[in-house]
């Protein structure tokens, strides 16, 4: 499986964002990069129908192996490096630190196939949480239940 890994984290390496992903025939005025920024907001807000992941960074879910066929080592390889991957999308992470890499990873699948927007004048976090412990996808690793205002 290690040498499937080796491949796969190949791919994930080749999935990062091309240097000229954003280029444009001209450069910017600081006005023209404020409007885009701008505008890069108000479609966030309105949460217009947006693409797959997959879509940006050419990776299908498919090609990941179920979790439970993966060891530790192997899962901590993968996460690490797609995380690394996202990043260079203008796309973030935050796991809460005890959060086993089984479940890292199934969050990540899960974003890969998931929508997303690419922000050029910004970043997306990933928190998988909703500011409720109810119905969390962190389960019992939400960081609500580690706060002084949950009451159970």
């Not at 879509?55 to 090609?63: A, D, F, I, N, Q």
């Not at 990043?87 to 974003?111: G, K, S």
């Amino acid at each position: 499986m290690q040498a499937y890994i080796n491949h796969l984290l190949e791919d994930i390496a080749a999935a990062h964002r091309p240097d000229d992903f954003f280029s444009k025939s001209r450069k910017n005025t600081e006005e023209e990069d404020l409007e885009e920024s701008l505008r890069e907001s108000e479609m966030f807000v309105s949460q217009e129908k947006r693409a797959g992941f997959e879509g940006y960074c050419g990776l299908k879910r498919e090609s990941f192996p179920p979790k439970d066929q993966l060891s530790e080592e192997q899962l901590t390889q993968v996460t690490t490096a797609f995380v690394a991957m996202m990043n260079t999308w203008n796309l973030q992470v935050a796991f809460p630190d005890d959060l086993p890499q089984q479940r890292r990873y199934e969050l990540l699948m899960d974003i890969l196939v998931g929508p997303v927007m690419i922000f050029k004048h910004g970043f997306y976090c990933f928190d998988f949480c909703t500011g409720n412990s109810d119905g969390c996808e962190l389960g019992e690793y939400c960081p609500c239940l580690k706060s002084e205002y949950h009451n159970p």
